[in-house]
C-alpha cells in the first residue's frame, strides 16, 4: 500500500510500460549497454518506490539518458535521450 505522499505502484507500473515502448521505438534493446543499468533503476522504482535521478550512457547509440523516476505524485517519469560522443 502507498503512502498518500507517494506515486502509486500501479502508476509507476503505467509509467515504465510506456517508457519501455518508447525505447524500443528508439531502436534500443536489452542487450545494448546501459540497458541493463536503467532496467534496474525502473524496478527498484516499481517494486520498492526508490527513486532515481541521474543518467544513463547508452554509448551503442552515441546517447546518453537523463532519467528522473519520481516519488510525489502528479509528476510523470521521464527519460531524455541526448547525443553525446564517448571516447
Not at 3 to 14: A, H, I, L, M, S
Not at 70 to 78: D, I
Request: glycine content about 4%; charged content about 30%.
Amino acid at each position: 500500500m502507498s503512502k498518500v505522499n507517494e506515486k502509486p505502484y500501479e502508476e509507476r507500473v503505467k509509467e515504465c510500460v510506456h517508457l519501455l515502448k518508447l525505447l524500443k521505438e528508439q531502436r534500443i534493446k536489452p542487450e545494448h549497454t546501459g540497458y541493463s543499468e536503467l532496467k534496474t533503476h525502473m524496478d527498484n522504482w516499481v517494486k520498492d518506490g526508490i527513486p532515481f535521478s541521474g543518467t544513463v550512457n547508452f554509448p551503442d547509440h552515441s546517447r546518453k539518458a537523463i532519467v528522473v523516476f519520481p516519488m510525489k505524485p502528479h509528476t510523470t517519469a521521464t527519460i531524455h535521450l541526448k547525443h553525446h560522443l564517448f571516447e
